[in-house]
Protein backbone atom coordinates (compact mmCIF):
# COMPACT_ATOMS: atom_id res chain seq x y z
CA UNK A 1 0.00 0.00 0.00
CA UNK A 2 1.22 3.50 -0.81
CA UNK A 3 2.03 5.53 1.91
CA UNK A 4 -0.20 8.59 0.41
CA UNK A 5 -3.23 8.50 -2.00
CA UNK A 6 -4.51 10.95 -3.71
CA UNK A 7 -6.99 10.76 -6.26
CA UNK A 8 -5.03 12.04 -9.73
CA UNK A 9 -8.17 13.84 -11.25
CA UNK A 10 -8.35 15.75 -13.34
CA UNK A 11 -10.64 18.35 -11.93
CA UNK A 12 -12.19 20.76 -14.37
CA UNK A 13 -14.64 23.83 -12.79
CA UNK A 14 -15.38 27.28 -14.25
CA UNK A 15 -14.18 30.28 -12.24
CA UNK A 16 -15.71 30.73 -8.56
CA UNK A 17 -16.44 27.24 -8.09
CA UNK A 18 -15.46 25.68 -4.82
CA UNK A 19 -14.08 22.31 -5.21
CA UNK A 20 -12.36 20.18 -2.40
CA UNK A 21 -9.21 17.56 -2.87
CA UNK A 22 -8.31 14.15 -0.56
CA UNK A 23 -5.78 12.46 0.37
CA UNK A 24 -5.56 9.53 2.69
CA UNK A 25 -1.99 8.25 4.12
CA UNK A 26 -1.29 4.87 5.76
CA UNK A 27 1.08 5.43 8.72
CA UNK A 28 -0.86 6.31 11.22
CA UNK A 29 2.79 7.57 13.21
CA UNK A 30 2.35 10.52 10.33
CA UNK A 31 3.15 13.71 12.12
CA UNK A 32 3.34 16.75 9.51
CA UNK A 33 0.80 16.93 6.97
CA UNK A 34 1.34 20.02 4.07
CA UNK A 35 -0.35 20.77 0.72
CA UNK A 36 2.40 21.47 -2.32
CA UNK A 37 1.04 23.42 -5.49
CA UNK A 38 3.04 22.16 -9.05
CA UNK A 39 2.77 24.26 -11.84
CA UNK A 40 3.37 22.36 -15.34
CA UNK A 41 7.19 21.89 -15.65
CA UNK A 42 7.88 23.99 -12.73
CA UNK A 43 8.94 22.26 -9.41
CA UNK A 44 6.98 22.02 -6.05
CA UNK A 45 5.84 25.25 -4.00
CA UNK A 46 4.82 25.21 -0.25
CA UNK A 47 0.80 26.02 -0.23
CA UNK A 48 0.32 25.57 3.13
CA UNK A 49 0.47 23.19 6.16
CA UNK A 50 -1.89 21.34 7.60
CA UNK A 51 -2.63 21.38 11.24
CA UNK A 52 -4.84 19.27 13.60
CA UNK A 53 -7.24 21.97 14.22
CA UNK A 54 -7.54 22.59 10.73
CA UNK A 55 -6.66 25.91 8.88
CA UNK A 56 -7.31 28.78 6.49
CA UNK A 57 -5.12 30.72 4.23
CA UNK A 58 -7.45 32.99 1.87
CA UNK A 59 -9.20 30.94 -0.40
CA UNK A 60 -7.85 27.47 0.93
CA UNK A 61 -8.83 25.57 4.05
CA UNK A 62 -7.14 22.89 5.19
CA UNK A 63 -8.13 19.94 7.24
CA UNK A 64 -7.07 17.06 8.77
CA UNK A 65 -8.71 13.64 10.05
CA UNK A 66 -6.66 11.92 11.77
CA UNK A 67 -9.12 8.84 12.94
CA UNK A 68 -9.40 8.13 9.46
CA UNK A 69 -6.00 9.46 8.26
CA UNK A 70 -7.09 11.82 5.45
CA UNK A 71 -6.10 15.80 4.75
CA UNK A 72 -8.19 17.94 2.83
CA UNK A 73 -7.75 20.75 0.72
CA UNK A 74 -10.79 22.79 -0.16
CA UNK A 75 -10.48 25.84 -2.24
CA UNK A 76 -13.66 28.39 -2.10
CA UNK A 77 -14.15 31.24 -5.31
CA UNK A 78 -11.84 29.21 -7.78
CA UNK A 79 -9.32 31.87 -10.47
CA UNK A 80 -7.93 30.66 -13.56
CA UNK A 81 -4.55 30.77 -11.94
CA UNK A 82 -5.50 27.91 -9.07
CA UNK A 83 -4.96 25.71 -12.10
CA UNK A 84 -2.12 23.57 -10.94
CA UNK A 85 -1.45 20.16 -9.31
CA UNK A 86 -1.55 20.19 -5.95
CA UNK A 87 0.27 17.32 -4.41
CA UNK A 88 -0.55 16.05 -0.38
CA UNK A 89 2.63 15.23 1.60
CA UNK A 90 2.90 13.79 4.37
CA UNK A 91 6.40 13.22 6.82
CA UNK A 92 6.74 9.89 8.65
CA UNK A 93 9.61 8.87 11.13
CA UNK A 94 10.37 5.73 10.70
CA UNK A 95 13.12 4.77 13.51
CA UNK A 96 15.79 7.59 11.43
CA UNK A 97 15.91 10.99 12.96
CA UNK A 98 15.07 12.53 9.74
CA UNK A 99 11.28 12.90 8.87
CA UNK A 100 10.78 11.51 5.62
CA UNK A 101 8.50 13.59 2.84
CA UNK A 102 5.89 11.15 1.37
CA UNK A 103 4.33 12.84 -1.86
CA UNK A 104 0.95 12.03 -3.42
CA UNK A 105 1.16 11.39 -6.97
CA UNK A 106 -1.04 14.74 -7.31
CA UNK A 107 -4.63 15.99 -8.28
CA UNK A 108 -4.33 18.00 -11.29
CA UNK A 109 -6.98 21.21 -11.07
CA UNK A 110 -8.01 23.14 -13.78
CA UNK A 111 -10.20 25.94 -13.81
CA UNK A 112 -11.90 27.73 -17.05
CA UNK A 113 -13.41 30.93 -17.55
CA UNK B 1 18.11 36.22 -2.57
CA UNK B 2 18.37 32.90 -0.75
CA UNK B 3 17.44 29.27 -3.06
CA UNK B 4 18.07 26.18 -4.43
CA UNK B 5 19.96 26.52 -8.28
CA UNK B 6 20.05 23.68 -9.83
CA UNK B 7 22.42 23.25 -13.26
CA UNK B 8 21.62 22.63 -15.84
CA UNK B 9 18.18 23.33 -16.67
CA UNK B 10 18.01 20.60 -19.47
CA UNK B 11 20.78 17.56 -19.68
CA UNK B 12 20.94 14.84 -22.40
CA UNK B 13 22.75 11.63 -21.72
CA UNK B 14 24.38 9.29 -24.26
CA UNK B 15 23.97 5.48 -23.67
CA UNK B 16 26.73 4.61 -21.28
CA UNK B 17 27.27 8.09 -20.39
CA UNK B 18 27.44 9.30 -16.49
CA UNK B 19 26.15 12.63 -15.59
CA UNK B 20 26.49 15.11 -12.93
CA UNK B 21 23.26 17.57 -11.58
CA UNK B 22 24.41 20.01 -9.70
CA UNK B 23 22.20 21.37 -6.62
CA UNK B 24 23.85 23.94 -4.57
CA UNK B 25 22.05 26.16 -1.47
CA UNK B 26 22.20 29.28 0.69
CA UNK B 27 20.18 28.64 2.34
CA UNK B 28 22.30 27.19 5.46
CA UNK B 29 19.93 23.81 5.50
CA UNK B 30 21.53 20.94 7.20
CA UNK B 31 19.51 18.30 4.53
CA UNK B 32 19.22 18.27 1.16
CA UNK B 33 17.56 15.75 -1.04
CA UNK B 34 17.06 14.12 -4.22
CA UNK B 35 14.08 13.36 -5.77
CA UNK B 36 12.99 12.35 -9.28
CA UNK B 37 9.16 12.77 -10.49
CA UNK B 38 7.91 11.04 -13.98
CA UNK B 39 5.28 12.10 -15.85
CA UNK B 40 1.84 11.68 -13.97
CA UNK B 41 3.84 10.37 -10.62
CA UNK B 42 4.58 11.69 -7.38
CA UNK B 43 8.03 12.27 -6.43
CA UNK B 44 10.46 9.50 -5.40
CA UNK B 45 13.34 10.14 -3.23
CA UNK B 46 16.95 8.90 -4.60
CA UNK B 47 19.03 10.26 -1.93
CA UNK B 48 19.38 12.17 0.74
CA UNK B 49 21.92 13.55 3.22
CA UNK B 50 21.20 15.23 7.12
CA UNK B 51 25.24 16.55 7.11
CA UNK B 52 28.27 16.84 5.19
CA UNK B 53 30.17 13.85 4.62
CA UNK B 54 27.30 11.91 5.41
CA UNK B 55 23.96 10.61 2.92
CA UNK B 56 21.27 7.77 2.78
CA UNK B 57 19.81 5.86 0.07
CA UNK B 58 16.03 7.37 -0.59
CA UNK B 59 13.87 4.36 -2.48
CA UNK B 60 14.99 4.32 -5.79
CA UNK B 61 19.04 5.01 -4.99
CA UNK B 62 20.15 2.11 -8.13
CA UNK B 63 22.51 3.90 -10.77
CA UNK B 64 22.64 6.62 -9.10
CA UNK B 65 25.72 8.30 -6.53
CA UNK B 66 25.87 11.20 -4.40
CA UNK B 67 28.65 13.32 -2.55
CA UNK B 68 28.18 15.70 -0.01
CA UNK B 69 31.31 16.86 0.38
CA UNK B 70 30.15 20.98 1.32
CA UNK B 71 27.16 21.67 3.20
CA UNK B 72 26.17 24.01 0.14
CA UNK B 73 26.13 21.19 -2.54
CA UNK B 74 25.16 17.54 -3.09
CA UNK B 75 25.49 16.54 -6.51
CA UNK B 76 23.54 13.54 -8.09
CA UNK B 77 25.55 11.64 -10.87
CA UNK B 78 23.21 9.49 -12.82
CA UNK B 79 25.34 6.73 -13.84
CA UNK B 80 25.41 4.39 -17.06
CA UNK B 81 23.57 1.64 -14.65
CA UNK B 82 20.58 3.87 -14.69
CA UNK B 83 18.88 2.45 -17.60
CA UNK B 84 15.87 4.46 -17.62
CA UNK B 85 17.42 7.70 -16.76
CA UNK B 86 14.76 10.22 -18.62
CA UNK B 87 13.30 12.19 -15.73
CA UNK B 88 12.32 15.49 -13.82
CA UNK B 89 14.95 15.76 -10.79
CA UNK B 90 14.16 17.94 -8.20
CA UNK B 91 16.67 18.59 -5.53
CA UNK B 92 15.44 19.84 -2.24
CA UNK B 93 16.53 21.53 1.19
CA UNK B 94 15.27 21.64 5.14
CA UNK B 95 16.58 22.86 8.20
CA UNK B 96 17.36 20.43 10.69
CA UNK B 97 16.96 21.27 14.32
CA UNK B 98 19.31 19.10 16.95
CA UNK B 99 17.65 17.49 19.65
CA UNK B 100 14.25 17.04 17.79
CA UNK B 101 13.87 13.86 16.85
CA UNK B 102 11.44 14.77 13.98
CA UNK B 103 11.56 17.07 11.84
CA UNK B 104 8.18 18.83 10.61
CA UNK B 105 9.93 21.02 8.01
CA UNK B 106 8.86 21.34 4.61
CA UNK B 107 11.40 21.48 1.85
CA UNK B 108 12.23 24.06 -0.43
CA UNK B 109 12.88 22.74 -3.87
CA UNK B 110 14.96 23.89 -7.17
CA UNK B 111 13.35 24.38 -9.86
CA UNK B 112 14.49 20.98 -11.61
CA UNK B 113 16.89 19.67 -14.31
CA UNK B 114 15.20 17.77 -17.08
CA UNK B 115 17.15 14.72 -18.40
CA UNK B 116 16.41 12.88 -21.74
CA UNK B 117 18.34 10.00 -23.39
CA UNK B 118 19.71 11.03 -26.85
Known amino acids: RKEVEQDPGPFNVPEGATVAFNCTYS??????FFWYRQDCRKEPKLLMS???SGNEDGRFTAQLNRASQYISLLIRDSKLSDSATYLC??????????????FGRGTQLTVWP | DGGITQSPKYLFRKEGQNVTLSCEQN?????MYWYRQDPGQGLRLIYY???????QKGDIAEGYSVSREKKESFPLTVTSAQKNPTAFYLCASSPLHPGQTLVGQPQHFGDGTRLSIL
Open chain 2, 49 to 55: SQIVNDF
Open chain 1, 27 to 32: NSASQS
Open chain 1, 50 to 52: VYS
Open chain 1, 89 to 102: VVISDRGSTLGRLY
Open chain 2, 27 to 31: LNHDA
